[in-house]
């Protein structure tokens, strides 16, 4: 192969799997500037399907998720990059 297509593997391959294995070592060894893992609380609703295009949404009790302080999903927990965005869940009942 030529010395293009080797870079390119490289690119490919090689540095994404070196930023996740150091996102992993960084939430194992630990960062003393902030925790391994945190909690947000999300809000969840039963989301009901009216007439003429309308929905009404019902809550459910809310729930606690844990989340890795990384970039990627480790141990299997979300971000809390990811969480922190998506603390209303609906539920679809129709």
């Known amino acids: 192969m030529s010395r293009e297509k080797w870079i390119l593997i490289l690119a490919i391959v090689v540095v994404p799997a070196i930023f996740y294995g150091l996102d992993a070592l960084s939430v194992v060894i630990g960062v003393p500037a ?9 809000n969840r609703f039963y989301r009901v399907d ?3 295009n309308k ?3 019902n809550p459910l ?5 844990r989340c890795v302080n990384a970039l990627f999903p480790h141990f299997g927990s979300n971000p809390c990059w990811y969480v922190s965005r998506h ?8």
Do not use: C, H, W
Request: aromatic fraction near 14%.
């Open 87 to 94: 603390t209303m869940q609906s539920v679809e009942v129709n």
């Open 55 to 57: 929905f009404s949404l």
């Open 50 to 52: 009216e007439k003429f």
């Open 61 to 65: 009790p809310a729930v606690d998720e």
């Open 34 to 42: 902030r925790p391994r893992y945190s909690v947000y609380t999300i």
